[in-house]
């Protein structure tokens, strides 16, 4: 049964992927459904690095200029594992993975943006395997490339707070490429609302924030609440792959019941009145 639906997703994916075409002759090929509702393509990265990227506009948006609706980019974790494949199928996407529909779908709350990062993971790709990044700041550099083609020529996006989510080691993934993103707004090349200049979370994390980086301690959160961006960590409270000892270290105080590694698959429906509480969400509906 796992088998044959691996293989409906894989076809799936592959006659998207397929069907793009080049529309803008600097970094973006991409294609489309006609009615604008999703739209997916490569961003070249890096010479000869592609990056694959899936955006769906939710049919629930709310007009709200004292609130404008939100944007959640998802990384994955693994490292390596695809956001395109798990995040949208497996957990927050319209469809689930016979793709029927998923009734506890983040699109009711907000705007979703999936990604398969690193490069080579998923649909993503280099055309030389001495490409593949090899640290999380690359990775992140490669993301905040794959942003500035997206948002900085449309106005539409722009208006809209990008709230960074993600899962297990993505969670470095966020923070890192959060303190990137910050650097290149406020150097002026990069056209986005980082979760807005409101209390709400700019980066959502679900663990693993604490890194090692040639042996020394670094944490680019300290950096983002020190500009202004507020972090909201979830981590299951006896969680054993994401230990909830080494959350505790650097959070005073964690008050998150009965969730696990993958918070959107065991526990989707209060998962999603999370995100709706913290990305403010102008729709306060819990289905379409």
Request: with cysteine; charged share 20%; proline share 6%.
């Amino acid at each position: 049964m796992a088998s044959t639906q691996c293989l409906l997703l894989l076809t799936f994916l592959s006659m998207l992927v397929s069907s793009y075409d080049r529309v803008d002759a600097n970094l973006q090929p991409t294609a489309g459904t006609k009615d604008g509702s999703q739209q997916w393509g490569y961003v070249e990265v890096r010479p000869k690095a592609h990056m694959f990227w899936w955006y769906y506009r939710s049919p629930s948006r709310v007009d709200d200029p004292s609130n404008p609706w939100p944007i959640i980019l998802w990384l994955q974790g693994g490292p390596g594992a695809s956001g395109v494949g798990f995040g949208n199928f497996l957990e927050i996407g319209p469809l689930d993975l016979n793709l029927k529909p998923r009734n506890s779908t983040w699109l009711i709350k907000a705007d979703l943006l999936f990604v398969d990062s690193p490069v080579a993971t998923g649909f993503s790709y280099v055309e030389d395997e001495n490409l593949v990044v090899k640290t999380d700041e690359e990775a992140a550099t490669d993301l905040t490339t794959l942003l500035k083609a997206l948002f900085n020529g449309n106005e539409t996006l722009q208006k809209s707070p990008l709230f960074i989510v993600a899962e297990s080691y993505g969670g470095k993934f966020a923070v890192t490429l959060g303190v990137s993103a910050l650097r290149a707004i406020e150097a002026g090349e990069l056209k986005l609302q980082l979760g807005g200049n409101r209390p709400v979370s700019g980066c959502f994390l679900s663990c693993d924030t604490n890194k090692k980086e040639h042996g020394r301690s670094f944490v680019p959160v300290d950096e983002l609440l020190a500009k202004g961006i507020n972090v909201t960590i979830y981590n299951g409270q006896v969680d054993l792959i994401c230990a909830t000892k080494g959350t505790e270290a650097w959070v005073n105080k964690l008050k998150a019941m009965h969730t696990t590694l993958q918070v959107p698959v065991d526990q989707p429906c209060v998962a999603l009145q999370m995100v709706g509480s913290i990305t403010r969400s102008p729709n306060t509906n819990s289905s379409f």
